[in-house]
């Protein structure tokens, strides 16, 4: 099984046609993703060869739902164009949106997920990977070539972070990866994804990586110690960034000791979960809470 993505997925690219939107359906295809058409309102009634499929591209996500049944949709729009491209798929009734843009302002974000949280549409992002069930889809721009099918559940705050524990990680494999974005906003956080994978029977072992800023690991921590059975393991980017620096990434807002790397590895270790001080220590951890059982 999975969480989210599956191979009975039917996936539509908002933004296809476009530089970014071609290069990774191409690579969504090639994953096995069920590609089933691209949106673009000036470009409806074409059609795009990516040689293994010929690609419809309707004028619009109600148009593209009612001729495939799709239902998720990938986002490779520019960052001012995100929130109407997120309220037209939630509107058409998606139920998953990834929304890979980086760069969508604050305020549109906070529209945006909630606009769709309220009409039932689950957003992943912005300003993230996507999501991968290996063997089965891959919405987003995660390599597909670096894992295979598994046991473990992945969620991370972190694109280049994900890429590295799957490949760490390759002989055992994953159930799904989730990248949910570093973003202030996001629409599906730690928890949502902890809870989907306690759920889920075939992810025996989650994998969780945050980074400084905010205080989702710490609410994680929390989420851990109250519903979650399955053993966890942390790792938690930034350990040696210098104080009173501005950070890069969007989300990394350290104020005093809060949202501090160290911060977020005690509080996930109060509650049991293992955290590393390197990816590789990570993966590490993970082959020891599963040794006699792999």
């Known amino acids: 099984m999975a969480i989210y993505l599956t191979q009975e997925s039917k996936v539509l690219v908002q933004g296809m046609t476009g530089g970014e939107g071609m290069r990774h359906t191409r690579r969504m295809l090639a994953a096995g993703t069920d590609v089933v058409g691209g949106v673009n309102p000036r470009k409806a009634g074409r059609t795009v060869d990516f040689g293994e499929r010929v690609v419809p591209v309707f004028g619009s996500v109600a148009e593209g739902i009612a001729a495939t049944g799709a239902d998720v949709s990938v986002v490779f729009v520019p960052p001012a164009f995100v929130r109407a ?30 606009y769709a949280a309220a009409r039932g549409t689950r957003i992943i992002g912005p300003n993230c990977p996507g999501l991968i069930s290996p063997g089965q889809s891959n919405a987003g721009i995660i390599p597909a070539d670096i894992t295979k099918p598994g046991r473990i559940g992945l969620v991370s705050k ?106 977020k590895k005690e509080a996930l270790e109060a509650v049991g979960v293992r955290v590393g001080g390197t990816p590789t220590e990570t993966a590490g951890l993970v082959l020891a809470a599963l040794e006699g059982r792999v």
């Open 158 to 263: 972190s694109g280049t972070l994900t890429y590295q524990l799957m490949y760490e990680l390759r002989d055992i494999g994953f159930s799904t990866c989730v990248g949910i974005g570093g973003d202030p906003v996001v629409g599906t956080s730690h928890i949502d994804c902890l809870a989907a994978f306690e759920d889920d029977p075939d992810t025996e072992l989650i994998v969780l990586i945050g980074e400084i800023g905010g205080d989702a690991e710490e609410r994680a921590a929390g989420y851990i110690r109250d519903h979650v059975t399955k053993p966890v393991v942390g790792y938690i980017a930034g350990f040696t960034a210098p104080e009173g620096r501005t950070m890069g990434h969007a989300g990394a807002i350290v104020s005093g000791s809060s949202g501090t790397a160290h911060a």
């Open 85 to 114: 491209a997120v309220t037209e798929a939630a509107d058409a009734g998606i139920g998953l949106a990834v929304v890979i843009t980086e760069g969508v302002p604050v305020h549109d974000s906070v529209a945006c997920t909630a």
